[in-house]
């Protein structure tokens, strides 16, 4: 039973033009998120996070929305760039838990 | 900046074989975690440690051990490798629970023949 979901394998973008990559969770107890950027053969790196008491927070290009009534963020890179080509993975935490729930991944491939 | 370091980056081992994987982080965190990630299936959780000593198994336990002697070292065993272990497997850290950044080492590739 998948408690984080990332429905779209792939995602295709032209360089310049802004991604929107999406996630749904279904246990109400999270309240911490987090995107995650993995390139082939490196391990994840830490990109973003939000807590529940906030909808939206911004680094840079970077924007996370958190919708908790819908229970789904997602993540706005704007501009896309060819480096971002990546394989982003959205996590979540609840309190007091020691561990975090990762969705599958969505590739993203951003087109010069 | 913390820094998680895995001892092998490429491992080729035969069926049969005992495996240990090493890691190593330098932020005195409490947790630390072995995951494995395989293409469609995502980030999946072998085992994790919140002490000395202490383990969980997480979504996948069968057919790994841990061990944690020391708390900057957390250790991924295969006791007889197989041909469905081979993967990219990775280790993690993080301090306290809830509202807290987890970081990865590189990750260690894994093949068995």
């Known amino acids: 039973d998948q408690q984080v979901k990332q429905n779209s394998p792939s995602l295709s973008v032209q360089e310049g033009r802004i991604s929107i990559l999406n996630c749904d969770y279904t246990n109400s107890m999270f309240d911490y998120f987090l995107w995650y950027k993995k390139y082939p053969a490196e391990g994840p790196t830490f990109l973003i996070s939000?807590?529940?008491?906030?909808d939206k927070n911004e680094d840079g290009r970077f924007t996370v929305f958190l919708n908790k009534s819908a229970k789904h963020l997602s993540l706005h890179i704007v501009p896309s760039q060819p480096g971002d080509s990546a394989v982003y993975f959205c996590?979540?935490?609840?309190?007091?838990?020691?561990?975090?729930?990762f969705g599958k991944g969505t590739k993203l491939s951003v087109i010069p | 900046d913390v820094k998680v370091t895995q001892s092998s980056r490429y491992l080729v081992k035969r069926t049969g074989e005992k495996v240990f994987l090493e890691c190593v982080q330098d932020m005195d965190h409490e947790n630390m975690f072995w995951y494995r990630q395989d293409p469609g299936l995502g980030l999946r959780l072998i085992y994790f440690?919140?002490?000395?000593?202490?383990?969980e198994k997480g979504d996948i336990p069968e057919g790994y051990s841990v061990s944690r002697e020391k708390k900057e070292r957390f250790s991924l065993i295969l006791e007889s490798a197989s041909t469905n272990q081979t993967s990219m497997y990775l280790c993690a850290s993080r301090t306290g629970t809830g509202r807290n950044t987890i970081y990865f080492g590189e990750g260690s590739w894994l093949t068995v023949v």
């Open positions: 440690s919140y002490d000395v000593k202490m383990k």
């Open positions: 996590a979540a935490s609840g309190a007091g838990s020691y561990q975090l729930t």
């Open positions: 939000i807590s529940s008491i906030k």
